[in-house]
């Protein structure tokens, strides 16, 4: 029985014993009167003794709930006689931790029908980034795949045998298709932008290697300006491409590409500076796309590459391909404008870069160049040969000409000169090169005499 | 009782550090796991964006008290792929999602293994000649040796993770129109044979386009030749006429190239193409290479066209050799780019003809002086051209004629009045 005093001594007992442990309940003890000594201790053990037990037991439920959560954890894990490591764990250690409601969790959780709710939901359960860069990709891809297919809503792809004019045609409905194709690519590319800040399709195309073939080309220009640039390029191809595409073009035809590439020039001018806009036209520009085909066995420098493409620039008009055969005023037209533009390169070049320029433009010598190129040989070989078929074709004309001889001797002469110039081609190029180049590009030898004759010998 | 109350005590306070170590414990792993609180559900309207399948419709409401406790996205990552599959579907994951995930992470482990091989792409230097094939087409063998032996591995790994094929999954994914297994048909066992002749023959065929370097002179084309041919007589050991023809119509180059360019004016019915097919391909296999042909290749040629007109019949037959010439192709460009009628493609090129007929006439006539000859000649190109302009309208024939080699091979010019 606690009277009043002894009940407010304890409960300062236990408020010490709370506050600062064993040597506050040992003065409390020890404040206690004598009479009550025995008694106290009895109370003092009984609550210590509820106090063992309360504490045990959080002691037992701690640990018994640490337990839980770890065979929680390795129900979840399910481990595997065939084990393939994945990309998370070759980059960085995976700390394998879990709780104990890990298993109750359910995906729908984060499902939302918005995106961007979508994207939260899976960062808050701290879902990676790539890895909701790869959900988030997919999902956007497969949403665009059905805008994509119900452009294509008659396609039956197993009929081998229809025949299919997609990429020729001027009206072909393929034509209006690929702009929406191109319109659909450029919305999700935004759409992924807007929801991740980046467009992570792209950044997989660069991990994997593949480079697109305009950004190599607009990448001296910033990302704001190379977009501006791609949209001035696709509202005007989609003017040109039709007229590109019609394989039966007229002048007037031509005259209207010549007119939208200027307009597309101009509008290109708006957006890039001049030394910008001068860089996009040695990129991008149709003269300077065909220089590149035309130059090939030249391996022009930068600078000559900057200087052809400028005269042909001024003289673009003139020197326009000529497709009417009878048209000799246009031919004659074009003609001098092409000998014009020469005379200014000698001048330019030099005698030496001249002649290689000029061998450049030979079909036949860029033919061996591809095919020694392809052999992994010396394409000082091509120039070698150039060299002979120059030679050789000087000497068809002095034999042609000469009165003194008759056709007979004329035809024997010639033979002579291909069979010469076959054994010669043979011990330069090896039989398996010349062989190929007999097909591609040394069909000069013919002009000199047909193989027959020569077989006849 | 004074002793016993001490060791109670003494008990209290070693429970206590216990307890209180145990809490602390408790506590850190909860910090670390417990960032997620409440799932934050995005409920403004205005910067919707709806996804393609949209998910359950209430759950934007529910907000899960278990996610108030402690899920995080690293109780389910584990170091395994099949574990992980199974712990993402432990809790719920859509298959489609699934596969997303596993699909996008094996692709990237496998880039990554790639990556040390590649050598980088070069900046564009715009003085740089050629074509941009090279470019993109530099890589060492080692480097395409991997390409496919990790292409192998990564679609062997998503069959056995996921029980689906790479390429149909990503065609789905991308919204290609879904490819017909051209195999399929076959006993499994035959399949597993041609798929594996199959797939070295597109090793081999990509070899010899990377050795051309984009340029595909008659060097390139005699092999690639002779690799069809060896693929065709492969086949022909393990599968029968009938479906190896199946096989060869929906996939050889000669196939396509009828389906895109050559048939483009002719409508073949399914028989029709397939028995072309049949003569091109009986006629390429005549070819050796070189510029060679089999020794007896025109008494097999004339046999071939035999059972091609008797196939198709006479009249079509006739209209398909017009299909392939390339003045009647022209013609038909023609008619489609100025909306013409066919009726006056067949009038033209009927024109063709009998001014060609003229022609040869004119050369074999032994009468005639060479004067007389070429004037003979022009006199017919120039009244082709009338009767041509008549038809065609002047503007077309304008544009017509700088694609109308034939009527430069008549004469060099026209004489008289125009």
Known sequence: ?457 | MRTLAIISIGLNVVLAAVVASQWRTEKKVAAADATPTVVPVQKTQSSFIARRSGGPKVETLVVSNLLESNFHWRSIEAEDYRAYIANLRAIGCPEDTIRDIIIADVDKLYARKLAPLRKPTEDFKFWKTGNSFSDYNNQSDEYYKAQREFAKEKRELLKQLLGVDYEKEISKQWGYPPAKDPLENLAPETRDRARGLTEKFSEQQSDIYRKARGHIDSTTQDELRSLRRQLHEDLAKIMGPDELLDYEVRTSDIARNMKYNELQAFDASEEEFRAIFKAKQAAEFLQRGEGKAEPDWQAQYKRERDELKQALGEDRYKEYERAKDGDYQNLMRLAEARGLESTVVDQVYQMRDEAQKAVSRVRSDQSLDADQRAAALAAIRAETEKTVVATLGEKNFKTYKRYAYWLRNIAPTTVGPR
């Open chain 1, 1 to 457: 029985v606690f009277d009043s005093e002894n009940r407010r001594e304890l409960q300062g007992c236990i408020r010490s014993l709370n506050e600062s442990g064993l040597l506050a309940v040992e003065g409390c003890v020890k404040r206690g009167g004598e009479s009550q000594r025995a008694m106290n201790t009895r109370a003092i053990v009984l609550i210590s003794f509820l106090g063992n037990i309360g504490l045990l037991a959080l002691a037992f439920h701690l640990k018994a709930a640490r337990s839980s959560a770890l065979s929680a954890e390795s129900s979840l894990a399910v481990s595997s006689a065939s084990s393939s490591t994945r990309l998370a764990a070759v980059e960085t250690k995976v700390e394998f931790v879990t709780n104990d409601v890990t298993a109750e969790f359910r995906w729908r959780q984060v499902e939302s029908r918005d995106y961007k709710a979508y994207i939260a939901n899976l960062r808050t359960i701290g879902c990676p980034e790539e890895t909701i860069r790869d959900i988030i990709a997919a999902d956007v891809t497969k949403l665009y795949a059905q805008k994509r297919r119900a452009l294509y809503p008659d396609l039956k792809p197993d009929e081998y045998w229809k025949k299919d004019p997609s990429w020729r045609g001027v009206n072909s409905p393929e034509l209006e298709r690929q702009t929406k194709l191109r319109a659909l690519d450029k919305e999700k590319s935004a759409l992924l932008k807007e929801l991740l800040g980046i467009d992570p399709i792209k950044e997989r195309q660069k991990e994997n290697g593949y480079v697109d073939y305009w950004d190599r080309i607009y990448g001296f220009l910033s990302e704001e300006k190379q977009q501006q640039v791609r949209d001035i390029s696709d509202q005007f191809d989609q003017k040109i491409q039709p007229l590109y595409r019609m394989q039966m073009r007229d002048e007037d035809d031509e005259k209207e590409i010549r007119k939208l590439l200027r307009e597309k020039l101009a509008a290109m001018a708006s957006v890039l500076s001049p030394q910008e806009l001068e860089q996009y036209e040695l990129r991008a520009s149709q003269i300077a796309t065909q220089m590149r085909y035309d130059l090939d066995g030249f391996e022009p420098t930068q600078q000559e590459f900057q200087e052809i493409y400028k005269l042909r620039k001024q003289r673009e008009e003139d020197l326009a391909y000529v497709y009417d055969q009878d048209d000799n005023e246009a031919q004659a037209k074009r003609k001098k404008a092409v000998d014009e533009v020469e005379e200014q390169l000698k001048n330019m070049l030099g005698e030496q870069r001249f002649a290689e320029y000029k061998r450049a433009q030979d079909y036949s010598y860029k033919e061996l160049v591809r095919l020694l190129e392809r052999d992994n040989l010396p394409t000082l070989l091509a120039a070698k040969v150039h060299e002979w078929k120059t030679g050789s074709e000087d000497a068809v004309k002095r034999i042609r000409n000469d009165p003194s001889l008759t056709q007979e001797q004329r035809n024997e002469a010639l033979q002579a000169l291909r069979a010469e110039a076959e054994d010669a081609l043979t011990r330069q190029l090896g039989e398996k090169v010349f062989s190929n180049y007999r097909r591609n590009g040394g069909s000069w030898l013919n002009n000199i005499a047909s193989p027959r004759e020569v077989r006849r010998r």
